[in-house]
């Protein structure tokens, strides 16, 4: 049988100890699978009638690489507005939200992205909303996705009015009069103001979706690990893979929140059955704590401001219950973690679970002591880390609001990627999109630089940790493929693997870290099927 797709190009990193890259030039594709290996020389004996040829000349071309952690669907929401991202005062928000006023005029104005370092040292309040566009519904979720904040008309039309009890440890934050100061810490908390937002149409929900795949198809990506799966989930990713078909393979891990009741458990079980021709539930989601910005995190002891001191589950031993509960039922515990305490906590709990087929993780994992490094290989956890939180977020001199309030030793601890892999650790990369770039490009540059990419003038957060360039590729491709118990059937270009292939106009694994962030992606293939191709 003819192969339906042949890709050639200078450089064809297989990842596959058995095939030495040296050697390889072309790869040749059956029926989604990868079918042959070899050079340019055995093109000709390989093509039939019906195949397709694409030279990529001077390209590289790699497994296809996954995204760790990405929020597609919830992203959808998480990013309506103004992109705020660049902001890096009080000022500069003023006139964003005006230009957002001014550009597109509606009842609200929305913002996302917000940096808490743009407050500097003035607490975080909704005064900068109301001097900027005045007694209007604003709505401004900040960079991390735990956190926002909602103008005094926002509030109003939410119902919010004072303190609220909620299930896990979300806040409304009121001054000491009981007044909410329009800062809302944590989903629960601000979900409150998105239950009363403009609805966004089926139509517009789909198409931004797509729109959305696609260019995460242009920069690379072949799949990614989504991690939700709630409200419009089902509804959208069936549509496109059942219409014009998914250009990533998703794999979706619904929330498990406190409170949670065992027949609700039960439904997440039953829910891993869900799935479609490129996606599928497998795996629940889990968060120990918050974030360090928003003084939320599970911290050892408190952080400079007296917060992270608790876990987000009130009764933490309800975590365990019910992660060891879906364990029991084959079904892969996925954990934000991101202080020590939650880490530690999380790693004990993790000890007394079965593992099935897809191993247990732990997401962002931002400070640990050392004693635990060697715990994650030790209990076979995945590491799952983002190494664009660390570049875009802090910085070496520790004057931004993370470091601050951890302090000097716990910030010299951070984001001990390097740490992880060299003890031996199964280590998955990825973006947390919307709350950093998806491009896996600057991803796995910001790994190697420990500095946002194209800044050669910053100075690098703990150079010690960076990652060599053939880590990083791995934590996109082999890594990404074990995570996900798909380690014998992807994350390499090998006879009978998946067809998913990423090639980039230059080679991840030489070119100079800035370079490659900047490098042209001339073709995606998944599943046997060009999702993407340059002009």
Request: hydrophobic share 40%; glycine share 10%; proline share 7%.
């Amino acid at each position: 049988m003819s192969p339906d797709l042949i890709v050639t190009a200078d450089t064809v990193h297989t990842l596959d100890p058995g095939c030495p890259a040296a050697t390889a030039t072309a790869v040749a594709v059956t029926g989604g699978i990868v079918s042959a290996v070899g050079d340019r020389r055995d093109v000709a004996g390989w093509r039939g009638a019906g195949t397709q040829v694409i030279d990529l000349g001077t390209a590289t071309v790699t497994p296809g690489l996954v995204d760790g952690h990405i929020h597609p669907v919830l992203g959808l929401d998480l990013t309506r507005g103004a992109d705020l991202s660049a902001v890096r005062d009080l000022g500069e928000l003023a006139d964003a939200l005006r230009r957002a006023q001014r550009d597109e005029p509606g009842e609200w104005v929305l913002g996302w992205g917000l940096n808490p370092n743009a407050f500097g040292r003035v607490p975080i309040t909704h005064q900068p909303l109301t001097r900027a566009v005045g007694d209007i519904p604003v709505f401004i979720l900040m960079f991390d996705a735990h956190a926002a904040i909602a103008s005094p008309a926002a509030l109003k039309r939410a119902g919010i009015d004072g303190p609220r009890e909620f299930a896990g440890g979300a806040t409304v934050v009121c001054d000491d009069n009981g007044v909410p100061t329009g800062h809302l810490l944590e989903i629960p908390a601000y979900e409150l103001v998105q239950a009363v937002l403009p609805a966004q149409s089926r139509s517009v929900r789909r198409a931004r979706f797509a729109d959305l795949l696609q260019r995460m198809a242009a920069a690379g990506l072949t799949a990614g690990n989504a991690m939700d799966f709630e409200a419009d989930s089902a509804e959208l990713v069936g549509h496109l893979d059942g219409s014009a078909g998914l250009p990533l393979r998703l794999r979706f891990a619904p929330f498990c929140m406190p409170g949670v009741t065992r027949a609700e458990l039960d439904d997440l079980v039953d829910r891993q059955r869900s799935g479609g021709a490129r996606w599928r539930v497998d795996g629940v989601k889990f968060m120990i704590d918050g974030t360090v910005d928003g003084g939320t995190a599970w911290l050892s002891r408190a952080d400079t401001h007296g917060e992270s001191t608790a876990p987000f589950w009130p009764d933490p031993a309800e975590y365990v219950w019910a992660a060891r509960y879906l364990a029991d039922r084959g079904v892969p515990v996925v954990t934000h973690a991101i202080g020590d305490a939650g880490v530690r906590y999380v790693l004990d709990a993790l000890s007394g679970t079965r593992r099935g087929r897809v191993p247990h993780r732990i997401e962002h994992i931002e400070t640990i002591p050392t004693e635990l490094v060697g715990r994650f290989r030790a209990l076979d956890v995945t590491a799952s880390m983002q190494p664009t939180h660390c570049t875009l977020y802090t910085s070496a001199d520790q004057s931004d609001n993370w470091s601050e309030r951890l302090g000097p030793e716990r910030s010299r601890r951070a984001f001990r990627c390097r740490d992880l892999a060299d003890a031996g650790a199964r280590l998955a990369l990825g973006s947390d999109w919307p709350v950093a770039p998806f491009d896996p490009r600057g991803v796995i540059a910001d790994a190697q630089l420990r500095r946002p990419h194209g800044l050669g003038d910053v100075d690098p957060v703990r150079p010690d940790q960076a990652l060599t360039a053939g880590q990083a590729l791995r934590g996109y491709a082999t890594a990404a493929a074990a995570a996900a118990g798909l380690g014998d059937v992807s994350g390499r270009i090998r006879v009978g693997h998946r067809a998913d292939l990423s090639a980039f106009g230059l080679d991840p694994l030489t070119a100079v870290p800035d370079e490659f962030a900047q490098a042209p992606v001339p073709l995606t293939v998944v599943d046997g099927t060009v999702v993407h191709r340059a002009d």
